[in-house]
């Protein structure tokens, strides 16, 4: 029997190599996505050789990651419950999608994932599986083994050696890439207690940001993000630079209690820099360039759209349909925002498109010839008619 594994080096990962080689006497190939997450993929590599594993997989996904998947969520406006930005969860289909890719080219017989028992991540990595390759054997340790805290696995890890990037000072359970960085557990899981600024691994503090904040131009072609300052560029180095931008600005930390699908609450801090600049840009071409009832539709469905992403249910039809209405409506999104930063703040500077509907000759408290006064009267005599059969005088 063969198993890949999707593996971070992280400290489930790390202990569930020779978990898995001990329980199911298989082999394991270790498989790693580079979604931006920063880390030293030889080092991983090498950890995972030296933990048991017969060959380790590394993939550069993160152009895919942001074409594919970031860059149509942020498209589509989803974000869930009004301020997750979804980093993790549109990571995950973008994963679990290479990880089939190397399980079918390895011939192997199942695949497994290090997502716990109470999260979202893994109905996220298995509704992906069964999309894509139901005939996979599934492997989600957290459900079988014996391990029943980070402590036990702790000592598990101790005992057979194998070194872990936590420790029991520090216990956030962190999950980076290229769209976002998420802080969970730990302190975090009283909500009276307040996560330090030590904690944060990408955001500058607003109270250490420089005094003097910064401006920056973001062009859009059909509400797809293609340029900064002028300067058109790939969809990683863009969201590298708004990143750094972002950060060093104290822009894009949300404290988010959730709603799980799996039926609890969770609080997790999220920090997504870029993102968050990217969102805000995106919003103001929706309000200049979309008729009103194309907008409000947009609105509704961005709802559906983020509820899908976080339910996993990115392989699906319904997801490839919202998909066609989201890049239907953004054929008008084309033009650049220009946006002020400074100490965690985001002020909305210019707005600019071809597409634009704004018209001021129709807007203007001036003396025009655009709009006549005397018609509103008729407009509102119709649409008050319903109401005024049944008056309340």
Known sequence: MKVVLAYSGGLDTSVMIPWIKERYGCEVVAFVADVGQGDDMGK?????????ASKCVVRDLQAEFLRDFAFPALRAGAVY????????AIARPCIAKAQVEVALAERADAVAHGATGKGNDQVRFEMAYMALAPSLKVIAPWREWDLKSRSDEFAYAEARGIPVPVTRKSPYSMDTNLWHNSIEGGELEELSRVLPDSALRVVTPPARCPARGATVRIGFLR???????????????????????GAAHGIGVVDCVENRLVGMKSRGVYETPGGTLLHAALNELVAVCLDRETARVRQTLALKYAEMVY?????TPLRDALDAFMAASARPLTGEVTLGVGRGLIRILKRASPFARYRASLATFEEGEAYNHGHAEGFIRLFGLPFRGGSRA
């Open 44 to 52: 991983v590599k090498a950890k995972a050789i030296r933990t048991g």
């Open 81 to 88: 419950e009004g301020k997750y930005l979804l980093g993790t």
């Open 223 to 245: 509400g797809i993000p293609v340029s900064v300052n002028g300067r058109k560029t790939s969809p990683v180095p863009l969201v590298q630079a708004l990143n750094r931008l």
């Open 311 to 315: 339910y996993g249910q990115w392989f």
